[in-house]
């Protein structure tokens, strides 16, 4: 249990990261520094021992030279004094052979480095040998080389001298000590001590002297004579010479100390202090790489566990983790937030869990139950859960087995999910689709989509299935729409080569025949990119055949219409019309009224009846005119578009309008520009048009006061392919319900119209690609506009 | 048979129908003048017209009936005969109902024109006596005192001369009085022909 806890501790303590160590990089020097002062000390302590050492050494040495050279001295000293001794009594010839022989084998035997005694004569002529049994000198042998020049030195200056060293037969240095002999001034002879080196080193020096030092023996011209050892000494530190001095010779004494222990011991404690100082050093290096590493690791760990901290955090999956009681071990920032509780709250709770709504407590314990018996299904669980303030969610909770570092599960984690908004938006997608098909299906127009390079029908509705049969997707649209299709040539596109950027893209919108039913449809189609990116066709097919019948008969109607409406125009014209003819009637009427009551009264002026008939036929040709013009008003051929003047049309129409004008007293102003292009319009149509509008107009004024009532004909050029004609008059306008329908069919502001005329008119309009609208004028009245199209070259036949 | 102070007046905005009514009219023996608008004879119009007016009723400006209207309310009693086109009889069948003298559709014939002119002529002739009748009648009313016309009114009403008495509270004997110098003024003998002469000008 307390285990546990530590590790509830631990989990805990994740959610603090570590701050890195603060960097001292003069740390790592400290240590190298030290080795190198402590190496450098070591070594100064060695030296200065070293030269202690061998201050003690050289001292010593120099003593033990000191005594040497006394004892050597000595002991030649006493040679010299033994051969004086002899000398002596030679001179004064009180010694005899037998004596030298007694006195002088006894010395040779006391002093062994003293090889013989000998007597020779002036000419070097071995005379007397002792002791009699020595071998390095037979009597009667004559001294040569060295010995004879040294023997006559010593003769010349008649004082004692030591020759230079020679070697005897057996190789062995050796050196005489000469004592010239003399009587008076005659010379005798000299008595010669033959002392081999070695002998007197090994007579003179004690042995333990010997072994300690390496003696070398050299002459006066340097050069070595005897040494006591074969290994020459190569420190030659602790050496010292020592000269003794020798009559007549110099024979130098080197003594160099030998190295106890050999030359390489002075290098050990160096040797060993540096390599100590490396294996320090090294080991510094190691260690501090080791550490190097070890805080790269320690970085790594804190940056994995500040990735894994910020995960979890940012997780929208809540985690809870739980030992194998269900004791709450760990829970992350958003299981906190969906839960409502703080983290502290969760910690080391066993179930139940406060977020356990108190009506799902049965539900919850058998999950969780299952859970830890590990059975826990790989879908997980859904479930309702309760947020700390009450309110209800659900979740769904995956679990999986949390096991520790050494393998070993420790409790389970758990996953945790809000599905409310996924549950919300799945049902609101349902409902979505649901509308979708509804609306689809609702539509009465057949919508179809078709995958361009294979030609399956990838989605039908309803009313595309009602024509063309309830097992159409899937099947190739070639086939299934063979009946209703428009042709490939007629596709704006071609659908199957087109690229992705150019979608989506019109293909089709127009009206086809199905040849088997014989209905109607609008197609529209379109060239889109499909849900999965493909490009596929789209269709929309409208069932028009009500529309098209419609159609036909309005355009039988219309055509009806437009007839009646000429005829009842001419009807209304009628009246005026007749007025129009009775002015010359009436007036060729009176004319031969009064020629007739002349003549017959027989009371005339020939003149006045040839003047009064003159008139009347003028008048007759007034008449004349009217009737043709009322000809070509009824006349009505197929529409013949020329090109005509504006001008000329509206004069045409003014002797119909001016009559009706004059009638009402309407002022009727044609204010048109200077130069105007020549239109291309059926004339007598738009004659028909400009006589309605004018008479509407006319009407429109019955009720304002005669000097008001003017009606203004404008014209002007609207662009270079539109004439725009006005009629402009003072009435009573239109309100804005009647400036919408007073072009509908039958729609009539007058009491006796029948509602055709302008319906008609804007038909007229409408056939020559023009367009006639009403708006209502600032002043009161109201204005008609109407465009038609100008001649196309017109800027060349127009002066 | 003409009275030769009679004219003809003829108002047409059309230039040819003047023209050739006055062929015709002077051809008849009559005097015509022509007017081509109502204006211009409203301008040349005076009390002393004597004749009848021959009036186009679609004309610009002011109409045939407008004119009308305005000479009657001038106290013009010159007949007028309206020339009309086609499809203006409704207007016609009013402007008669207002008093107009007579209406001829056109095309007309020449003799059927005359025949209206000459009764209209005839009617301004009667109109013109009785204008003259009329005249003295009124003159003799205004030499009546207040009493007596009050009188005269109530006699020519039928009342009888105690019932006169009683409504004017005066005396039988007055009333005969007053009644004896009405007759006498009036110039009539009976009370029928007083009865007469005052109806006239009522």
């Known amino acids: 249990m307390a285990r546990l806890r530590q590790r509830a501790k631990n989990v805990g303590m994740l959610s603090r990261v570590p701050a890195p160590p603060p960097r001292q990089p003069w740390l790592w020097f400290a240590p190298y520094v030290a080795i190198g002062v402590f190496a450098l000390a070591m070594l100064i302590v060695t030296a200065l021992l070293q030269w202690r050492e061998l201050d003690t050494a050289r001292s010593a040495l120099e003593g033990d030279m000191h005594w040497a050279e006394r004892t050597i001295e000595n002991r030649l000293h006493s040679h010299l004094d033994f051969l004086g001794e002899l000398g002596r009594e030679q001179e004064f010839k009180q010694l005899t052979y037998e004596t030298y022989q007694v006195k002088a084998s006894r010395y040779v035997r006391e002093n062994p480095e003293i090889q013989a005694i000998i007597w020779v004569d002036t000419e070097g002529k071995v005379e007397w040998v002792a002791p009699n049994e020595s071998t390095a000198t037979f009597v009667g042998e004559q001294l040569a080389g060295e010995r004879m020049a040294a023997l006559q030195e010593a003769l010349r200056i008649r004082r004692e001298l030591v020759s230079a060293d020679y070697r005897d037969t057996t190789q062995r240095p050796m050196h005489d000590i000469i004592l010239p002999v003399q009587r008076g001034s005659a010379d005798l002879g000299a008595f010669i001590a033959l002392q081999s080196l070695e002998g007197l080193l090994r007579a003179t020096l004690p042995a333990v002297f010997t072994a300690r030092y390496s003696l070398t023996l050299v002459d006066a011209k340097e050069r070595e004579v005897l040494s006591n050892t074969s290994v020459k000494p190569t420190d030659r530190q602790v050496s010292g010479s020592i000269s003794i001095d020798l009559p007549s010779n110099q024979l130098g004494l080197n003594i160099v100390a030998y190295r106890g222990g050999g030359a390489w011991l002075p290098f050990l404690p160096v040797t060993l202090i540096i390599v100590l100082t490396l294996i320090a050093t090294v080991t510094l290096i190691q260690l501090r790489r080791h550490a190097s590493r070890r805080a790269e690791t320690e970085e790594e760990l804190r940056s994995a566990y500040a990735f894994r901290q910020a995960m979890s955090n940012s997780l929208i999956t809540g985690m809870r983790a739980i030992d194998l009681e269900g004791r709450i071990t760990f829970v992350n920032a958003a299981f906190c937030r969906m839960t409502g509780f703080e983290e502290s709250e969760l910690l080391g709770i066993k179930p139940p869990y406060p977020y356990w709504p108190p009506e799902e407590f049965d539900q919850l314990q058998h999950n969780i139950d299952t859970a830890l018996a590990g059975r826990a299904p790989a879908s997980g669980y859904e479930m309702r859960i309760m947020r700390k303030n009450g309110e209800r969610f659900d979740v769904r909770l995956y679990f999986s087995p949390l096991i520790d570092a050494h393998g070993q599960q420790i409790g389970w984690m758990a996953s945790m999910n809000d599905i409310t908004e996924p549950k919300r938006v799945r049902v609101e997608l349902e409902r979505a689709h649901e509308r979708f098909t509804t609306v689809i299906d609702g539509l009465d127009t057949a919508v179809h989509v078709t995958d361009v390079h294979s030609g399956e029908i990838l989605f039908a509705n309803r009313a595309f299935q009602n024509i063309f049969g309830f097992d159409c997707i899937g099947r190739d649209s070639a086939q299934v729409t063979a009946a209703c299709r428009p042709h490939s040539e007629w596709l704006h596109h071609d659908p199957a080569t087109l690229p992705a950027e150019a979608l989506p893209c019109e293909l089709f919108d127009g009206e086809i025949q199905h040849t088997l039913s014989g209905h109607w449809y609008h197609l529209h189609e379109r060239a889109i990119r499909w849900v999965d990116g493909r490009t596929v066709r789209v269709q929309i097919a409208a069932d028009i055949t009500d529309r098209k019948r419609i159609e036909e008969v309005n355009q039988q109607q219309q055509k009806r219409l437009e007839q009646t409406s000429r005829l009842i125009t001419m009807g209304e014209m009628a009246s005026s019309l007749a007025h129009e003819l009775n002015q010359p009637l009436s007036a060729i009427a009176n004319y031969c009224a009064g020629c007739v009551k002349r003549m017959q009264s027989g009371n005339y002026k020939l003149d006045d009846l040839l003047a009064a008939m003159q008139k009347a036929s003028d008048q007759a040709e007034r008449a004349g005119k009217i009737i043709r013009r009322m000809r070509d008003m009824v006349k009505k051929g197929d529409p013949n578009r020329q090109p005509v003047a504006l001008p000329e049309l509206i004069d045409e129409t003014r002797a119909f309008a001016d009559i009706e004008a004059q009638r009402t007293g309407t002022q009727l102003i044609v204010d048109l520009p200077a130069e105007l292009p020549r239109i291309v319009v059926d004339r007598i149509m738009i004659e028909q048009v400009l006589l309605n509008l004018v008479r509407n107009a006319i009407e429109a004024m019955s009720d304002v006061p005669v000097e008001r009532r003017q009606l203004r004909l404008a014209a002007h050029v609207v662009d270079d392919r539109l004439l725009q004609v006005s009629v402009i008059d003072n009435g009573h306008g239109l309100d804005d319900d009647d400036i919408e329908r007073i072009f509908a069919p039958f729609y009539t502001t007058k009491p006796e119209g029948m509602g055709i005329g302008l319906a008609i008119c804007r038909s007229i309009i409408e056939f020559h690609q023009g367009r006639l609208w009403v708006e209502p004028r600032r002043e009161g009245g109201t204005i008609f506009h109407f465009t038609v199209p100008i001649e196309e070259n017109s800027g060349e036949d127009h002066e | ?202």
């Not at chain 2, 005076?46 to 009308?68: T, Y």
């Not at chain 2, 005969?81 to 069948?93: E, K, L, N, R, S």
Request: proline share 2%; glycine share 6%.
């Open chain 2, 1 to 202: 048979m003409n009275e030769p102070t009679q004219t003809i007046y003829v108002v047409d905005d059309d230039e040819a129908m003047r023209d050739s009514m006055t062929w015709l009219l002077e051809g008849e023996g009559y005097r015509v003048s022509c007017f081509e608008s109502a204006e211009a004879f409203l301008q040349a119009r005076h009390d002393a017209m004597r004749g009848c007016l021959v009036l186009d009723v679609r004309m610009p400006e002011m109409s045939g009936l407008e004119l009308h209207e305005r000479l009657d309310a001038l106290g013009s009693q010159l007949p007028i005969i309206f020339v009309t086109g086609h499809g203006d009889v409704p207007m016609a069948v009013a402007a008669l109902q207002r008093g107009a003298c007579d209406f001829i559709e056109k095309p007309f014939h020449n003799e059927d024109l005359l025949g209206r002119i000459h009764r209209a002529l005839e009617l301004d002739a009667q109109l013109a006596d009785r204008r003259q009748r009329d005249g003295a009648i009124a003159h003799r009313l205004e030499q009546l005192t207040q009493r007596e016309r009050e009188v005269m009114n109530l006699v020519v009403a039928g009342k009888l001369n105690k019932q006169i008495a009683d409504e004017l509270d005066i005396s039988m004997k007055t009333v005969e009085a007053h009644r004896a110098r009405v007759m006498e003024k009036m110039g009539v003998r009976t009370l029928a022909e007083l009865v007469k002469a005052v109806m006239s000008v009522s």
